[in-house]
């Protein structure tokens, strides 16, 4: 059996950096080195969570309290790509194909959506797979 490249390597690149990133997180988790199991804190957040919800409900903006705390949990860029991706598809989508039409065929869609990227990883996979192999042979 071949061998393409060692990990971590240059080949690899991802290993370099996640790895040790997961090592710091796992091991901030295990040993609790960051005191963040403050109940005072907890107490504090889940109050606030719940102002903000209870406002939320009769005040006429759109609020959904576990797409917030989703959202909150998440690094920026998803969560932003998250709203935009609700933003397109409640002002833009909904106006252009309907209400009725729109929500009937929004699973679909994302499911399309999931596919296609799907295919297209699995794709790239295989031509980078390929393409590393052929680094190796003696022409």
Sequence with gaps: MGNMAPIPSGFYPATSINWPVSVIQ?????????NIFRPNLILWAMGAVFAIAIAFEFIPIPFN???FAVGATMLPPTSFAFLIGYLVGRYV???????????????????????????????GAAATIISKSLWALPY
């Design 93 to 123: 989508f909904q106006r252009i194909v309907g209400r009725k039409i729109w929500e009937s065929i929004r699973p679909v869609v994302a499911g399309g959506v999931l596919a296609g990227e799907g295919i297209s990883l699995g794709v």
């Design 65 to 67: 309290l576990m797409g």
């Design 26 to 34: 796992t091991g901030i988790w295990a040993t609790r080195q960051i």
